[in-house]
């Protein structure tokens, strides 16, 4: 059974950071590209970043690039993200899972991250 353990999350403040971990099982965590998603209050979930199987390769959302950064600990199937320089916009629950995942995949509880002035 494919499950996903999001932790790390929190109230932040304004320009601060987090750092948020995945923790997976169920599937061979080396053989996916996986990534981070998060759904704000009122709006649909959306990606935020994704990255390569062995960890080399990242791609970011715009609203995210060259403040958040993704990686990956094939050895412990877990995958993290540093989030800096947070922003009220960063408000949102944020969920690990593969990248390319649908609403009909398998999906963790998430963790809330909420950031405050």
């Known amino acids: 059974q494919v499950q996903y353990v999001e932790s790390g999350g929190g109230l932040a403040q304004l320009g601060g950071s987090l750092r948020l971990s995945c923790e997976t099982s169920?599937?061979?965590?080396?053989?996916?590209?996986m990534a981070w998603y998060r759904q704000a209050p009122g709006k649909e979930r959306e990606l935020v970043t994704f990255i390569s199987r062995d960890g080399d390769r990242t791609n970011y959302a715009d609203a995210v690039k060259d403040r958040f950064f993704a990686s990956r600990d094939n050895a412990k199937n877990t995958l993290y993200l540093q989030m800096n320089s947070l922003k009220h916009e960063d408000t949102a629950v944020y969920y690990c899972?593969?990248?390319?995942?649908?609403?009909?995949?398998?999906w963790g509880q998430g963790t809330q991250v909420t950031v405050s002035s």
């Open positions: 169920g599937f061979i965590f080396s053989e996916y590209m």
């Open positions: 899972n593969r990248y390319g995942a649908t609403g009909a995949s398998s």
